[in-house]
């Protein structure tokens, strides 16, 4: 009895840590992606494609991305919210993404939120990580801020917290 429980855990203890390493070395690296949030929340070439068709003509879309992205997300929800007074009309785009990483960091959602004739206009990066360990494995990123003359204000990526997740922030509103 004793070798046949050996047999089975000793199989075990010596299987799950190869699956985990598996899982892990499945993980879709979205740092190229995301690379252009370092220079001010710019869009990079695929993440502007992406964004205009989430929201053409203030509609849900399509999901317009490379292969190796578009494996990796779950499906995409859109909704129209406001503030109490309605004044404040946004969309916004919940992209989940399945075993994504940034800088090595596992990510769970892109979210995109963009106001109707308000200036609103923001992205969120939501972390599978706790906000410490985010903060200290994004310490070495350079996250540079662009300054708009016009607007008389600067965009920089920020990390931040919403309720017990970590998040990477671009705020890119007017």
């Known amino acids: 009895m004793m070798k046949r429980l050996f047999k089975y855990f000793g199989c075990t203890l010596l299987i799950a840590p190869a699956l985990a390493w598996a899982d892990n070395k499945a993980a879709v690296d979205w740092t190229p992606f995301f690379k252009s949030w370092e220079q001010g929340c710019d869009f990079g070439k695929d993440e502007a494609a992406l964004k205009q068709n989430l929201f053409k003509s203030n509609k849900f879309n399509r999901l317009v991305l490379p292969t190796k992205y578009a494996t990796a997300v779950g499906k995409?929800?859109?909704?129209?919210?406001?503030?109490?007074?309605?004044?404040?009309?946004?969309?916004?785009?919940?992209?989940?993404?399945?075993?994504?990483?940034?800088?090595?960091?596992?990510?769970?959602?892109?979210?995109?939120?963009?106001?109707?004739?308000?200036?609103?206009?923001?992205?969120?990066?939501?972390?599978?990580?706790?906000?410490?360990?985010?903060?200290?494995?994004?310490?070495?990123?350079?996250?540079?801020?662009?300054?708009?003359?016009?607007?008389?204000?600067?965009?920089?990526?920020?990390?931040?917290?919403?309720?017990?997740?970590?998040?990477?922030?671009?705020?890119?509103?007017?």
């Open 76 to 174: 995409p929800t859109v909704s129209r919210k406001q503030d109490k007074d309605g004044t404040n009309k946004v969309n916004i785009a919940y992209i989940p993404i399945k075993n994504g990483s940034y800088y090595g960091l596992p990510i769970s959602a892109i979210e995109y939120t963009v106001g109707a004739d308000n200036g609103i206009n923001y992205r969120i990066m939501t972390f599978e990580a706790p906000h410490a360990a985010v903060r200290t494995k994004l310490k070495s990123v350079k996250y540079k801020a662009e300054v708009s003359e016009e607007m008389g204000t600067s965009y920089q990526a920020s990390l931040d917290k919403q309720k017990t997740k970590a998040v990477l922030l671009c705020d890119a509103s007017a």
